[in-house]
């Protein structure tokens, strides 16, 4: 038996699914994620919607079912290779306020092809990040559609990150992991993941320009924080050809999705500058709760 089919045979093994968008014209981020533990009888998923009045979400475990796309209102459906719709249908929270009815027709339309982080990492960081996830794809997209938010209407044009990665999915086992993307435009973006075990660090991404991923080998990240979450941070990207890639990242927002006893995600809508250019993503960071 193969390593991967060992780790396929783990009570922890996951298969996630992962959307989010930015509508800079209505100030609205949406992120979500299903996930499936096939061993361990168990799907689960979180819904969020942020604007500058309101961060509100949602998150739900299940057994798992006949319907591995389809968890408490929120719906995947693979249109083809390149395209997604994503539906939801249901409350959100934001305690101590009501809850917020949400109803979201979007679809997501890749704008690259899928960057596969085995490009990135050798055979060592491999091994390190085997209790995270085993295969990692990335690849980003305009989201359009509509949301209504307690009735009220917003027609959606956004750019966003998709991933999938299927694998181990301990949530305490990295000391800390950031996953940082950015939409610049239709034909630029970049994604980074700094992921640090007690081994050491795996950094792996790409920066998408001139119609090419360039696979992304290593990152010096400094991170300033605010009351304890991350506030601003400067970025060294290097790709496999030597390029470096400065890119400074601001906080515009943030929510906080709790994953175990021990982690939280701090998932935060970012404003970054690039060569005098402007873009949005999402930067997540997984730390210890406080």
């Known amino acids: 038996m193969d390593v991967l089919e060992k780790l396929k045979k783990h ?22 994620r299903i996930g499936n533990k096939v061993n361990k009888d168990e799907k689960s998923m979180f819904f969020y919607l942020m604007s500058p009045t309101m961060t509100g979400g949602i998150k739900i475990e299940t057994p798992l079912d006949k319907e591995p796309w389809n ?3 929120l719906k995947y459906q693979e249109l083809d290779q390149d395209r997604w719709r994503l539906k939801y249908d249901g409350p959100i929270y934001n305690p101590p306020d009501k809850p917020i009815d949400v109803k979201m027709d979007v679809t997501w339309e890749a704008l690259n092809p899928p960057m596969d982080y085995k490009e990135c990492v050798n055979h060592e960081q491999v091994e390190m990040s085997s209790n995270v996830a085993s295969q990692h794809y990335e690849q980003f997209g305009r989201a359009s559609g509509i949301i209504e938010i307690n009735q009220q209407h917003y027609n959606i044009k956004g750019y966003g990150e998709r991933d999938l990665s299927l694998g181990i999915r301990e949530w305490g086992s990295p000391k800390i992991w950031m996953w940082i993307n950015s939409q610049f435009s239709a034909t630029e973006a ?22 090419k991923n360039r696979p992304l080998i290593k990152s010096d990240i400094k991170v300033e924080y605010s009351r304890g979450t991350p506030h601003k941070f400067n970025m060294k990207l290097y790709d496999k050809k030597g390029n470096e890639y400065q890119v400074a990242g601001e906080v515009v927002r943030y929510g906080m999705v709790p994953v175990d006893e021990k982690m939280v995600l701090i998932e935060t809508l970012s404003k970054y500058h690039w060569e005098n250019k402007e873009g949005y993503g999402i930067a997540e960071f997984l730390v210890p709760k406080p």
């Open 190 to 211: 970049f994604n980074i993941t700094k992921l640090s075990v007690e081994e050491g660090d795996v950094d792996a991404g790409y920066f998408h320009i001139n119609k």
């Open 71 to 73: 968890i408490a209102g």
């Open 11 to 32: 009570m922890e093994w996951n298969e996630s699914y992962y959307f989010n968008f930015h509508d800079k014209n209505n100030q609205l981020t949406a992120f979500m």
